[in-house]
Nanobody
Framework: QVHLEESGGGLAQAGGSLRLSCTAS????????MGWYRQAPGKQRELVAE???????RYADSVRGRFTISRDNAKSTVHLQMNDLKLEDTGVYYC????????WGQGTQVTVSS
């Protein structure tokens, strides 16, 4: 079983910053992609940012230039630096790992206030 531990969510003011972290543990035989998705109230879960084992990254258009994803393969960890936060960034952020299978974290709440 693979476990994903997320941290770093919380409350921030618009224009502020937060940093999310996710560490994988357990029976990890292989990690291809690691990334972050989010779900706002009443909306579907959507990609925020993802990075592949080869270092290819992709971002949602709404966060490109404000958010940066980084990965530490030795520690099975992925980070999401979120700058210039906007009200619409509010939601539950989920870490995802794709290897032999696909695994999700339990989610961490990010709330941006004006």
């Amino acid at each position: 079983q693979v476990h994903l531990e997320e941290s770093g969510g919380g409350l921030a003011q618009a224009g502020g910053s937060l940093r999310l972290s996710c560490t994988a543990s357990g029976r990890i035989f292989r990690i291809d992609d690691m990334g972050w998705y989010r779900q706002a109230p009443g909306k579907q879960r959507e990609l925020v940012a993802e990075t592949s084992i080869g270092g290819v990254t992709r971002y949602a258009d709404s966060v490109r230039g404000r958010f940066t994803i980084s990965r530490d393969n030795a520690k099975s960890t992925v980070h999401l630096q979120m700058n210039d936060l906007k009200l619409e960034d509010t939601g539950v952020y989920y870490c995802r790992l794709v290897g032999i299978g696909a695994y999700w974290g339990q989610g961490t709440q990010v709330t941006v206030s004006s």
